[in-house]
């Protein structure tokens, strides 16, 4: 999330839509760090775990923070993903097996040994070309469990970035990852901003579409019926 009080606009950064670019990028802007702080606060007071990554903020939850004048006069905007595609890079980021150190073994031993333990797991899952019906119910568990945005959601949603429980918009501009550099020229247009969109941690893998079968995408279809509805997306577009 970034907030810039000078250029009064409002990034919230959806999961695995480009938004580690997009944070870099206006990152100079930051100026709302005293909201990432309150929030963090309430997240540790609330439950041994985050409820959601400080950078993953959503709106439903900043709006409770913020004044209400800023949050009504400032310029909010995300990006969403086809949700095929979002669900090929989320089950690429969440099951990547990472290089265990002295510091992990030393700071989080009991879970080290539990990652360890399902290393060769994380390994098989994250070397899929082909998801069935089961790995999509997995992914959905997964997510819902261990990164729930908003508290009792049922599960993790890209519209969560968009609208409230209700069913209304809280954001003033929805980009697309499939056009973020146009869109993003849009919005810098809007705020008067003279920078550029670099393209930073993106994963070299076959084309979303080559992971799915007939069965998993009509369960992608299903489990995330929200976000295509929402978002006007279909398996080809």
Known sequence: MIISHEHKFILFCNPKTGSTSLEKTLEKYQEGEEFNQGIRQFSNASSSSMLFPNKHIPP????????????DSYFKFVFVRNPWDWVVSEWKYHFKPRQVGVNDLIHHPVATARYIKHHRRIKALNSKKSFTQDDINYLFAHLKQFFPVIPNASGLYQSNYVFDLNGDRLV????RFETIQDDFAAIKDKLGLDISLP??????????????TEDSKQRVAELWERDIANFNYSFDA
Do not use: C, M
């Open 60 to 71: 439903l939850l900043l709006k409770a923070w913020l004044p209400q004048e800023i949050w």
């Open 199 to 212: 393209h930073l941690n993106s994963t070299k893998r076959d084309t979303y579409k080559s992971y799915f």
């Open 172 to 175: 003033d501009f929805v980009g």
